[in-house]
Each structure stands twice: as C-alpha cells, then as structure tokens.
C-alpha cells in the first residue's frame, strides 16, 4: 500500500490497552478540528470531531479532548483492537473556509 | 450509498508530460475538496470547488489547476510534471461549502519518472 509517512511518530500499543495520541495546533483562530485514521491504501476516514467552544467529546470507543489554552488536542481509542492501527492525522478549520490544515501524523501499531 | 470516487488508482508520467486526475462526489455532495499527500510535506490543501466555482486555493504553482463542472464532478489537472509532483492526490467531497463533513476517496498515486 502507500506511504503515508516515511518517518512518523509511532505508538506501539498492546491490543486491549487504551491509546492517546496528541496532537498541537498551530492557529488560535481555528475553531473546528478533527481527526482522521488512514489505513493503507485508503484515504483518510473520518473519526470524531469537536468545535472549539467544547472541550472533550466522546464517540464510540474514542474520546477527543481539547485544551485551547496550549493549543493541544488528543484523541483517545479506548480497548484498542487490531483494526486500529493505521495512521492518524489531526486536523484544523476555521469557521469561514473550508480549508483543512493536517497535522503530521501518528502511526499506531496494535499489538496482539 | 457509492463514496468518493477517484480515478485513474495509479498513474506514471514522465517529467514536462501533463495529467488530469477525476473525482466523482458522492451524489449530493456539492463541494470538492484536493489534497497532495506526500511523506515529506503530509497533506496540503490544493483547492476547493462549490457550484462549479473556485472558493479557495493553497500555496501551489500554477501548474496546478482544477475545475467543476455542473454534475459535481471534479478534475484538477498538472502542467509541466515535476519529480516532485509525485504523490498521492486525494479528492474529499462534503454536502455544503464551508462544510466540515468531509468524505475522502482513495486517491490517485501519481509517480512522475
């Protein structure tokens, strides 16, 4: 499949284990932010998202946390299973355009 | 419900050849959204189409175009290929302009020799 990143940050996690990933934002104005899973050979599928005058938000087995005083934000698999691993990007919007800013990227590799 | 459709999967140019990569929306979906992927960079934003009309572009060279057309479908198009034009482009499609819902396509990896 492709390459979706020669050298990205990795997160080894034992199947079962809850994963975090972090992120850090680069524009205080944005005020929309998501994130996003790549498996490969796939583009990148949507997860959870969450607006920036909340700041956690849960969804099935993930939960997104954003701290906007240090401009953070952090999603977390909780019981993660095989089918989790892949590349996961987060990513920024602003309210008035439609433009997605990526961030680099983290690969997570499930353990059985 | 068919998703973002992307083609050619694959495709290998030669330097200075040009390439016209499609992207059909899911139906209903009015907004087309590209992107370059690439390991060095990650994923940049290329353009935005809504109605057929041009409502936002990234830091690309002019090498790198797009268009609407009325059914929604996209193409962008690369002049001149460079080596470094070599990626994969990924097409994202969302009901609205200014619309977060994004669904992505596979993309198309383009291989410039």
């Known amino acids: 499949g492709e390459s979706v990143g020669l050298h990205l940050p990795t997160l080894s996690v034992q199947e079962g284990d809850n994963s975090i990933i972090n992120c850090a934002y680069s524009n205080s104005a944005s005020d929309y932010f998501i994130w996003y899973k790549q498996e490969s050979g796939k583009g990148p599928q949507f997860i959870i998202d969450?607006?920036?005058?909340?700041d956690k938000r849960q969804g099935q087995r993930v939960t997104v946390l954003l701290n906007k005083t240090v401009k953070h934000l952090s999603l977390q698999i909780a019981a993660t299973q095989p089918g989790d691993s892949a590349v996961y990007f987060c990513?920024?919007?602003?309210?008035?355009?439609?433009?997605?800013?990526f961030g680099g990227g983290t690969r997570v590799l499930v353990k059985p | 419900k068919a998703g973002v459709t992307q083609t050619p999967r694959y495709l290998i140019k030669t330097r200075g050849q040009q390439v016209t990569l499609s992207c059909s929306p899911i139906?209903?979906?009015?907004?087309v959204s590209w992107y370059q992927q690439t390991p060095g960079q990650g994923l940049q934003f290329l353009f935005e189409y809504f109605s057929e009309t041009q409502r936002n572009k990234g830091n690309f060279p002019g090498r790198f175009s797009g268009r609407q057309f009325s059914n929604s479908r996209s193409e962008m198009n690369v002049s001149t290929l460079e080596l470094g034009d070599s990626a994969l482009y990924l097409c994202?499609?969302?009901?609205?302009?200014?619309?977060?819902?994004?669904?992505f396509g596979s993309g198309t990896r383009l291989t410039v020799v």
């Open positions: 994202a499609s969302s009901l609205a302009a200014g619309g977060h819902g994004y669904t």
């Open positions: 969450i607006r920036s005058n909340m």
């Open positions: 139906s209903g979906h009015r907004s």
């Open positions: 990513a920024e919007a602003k309210a008035a355009g439609n433009k997605l800013t």
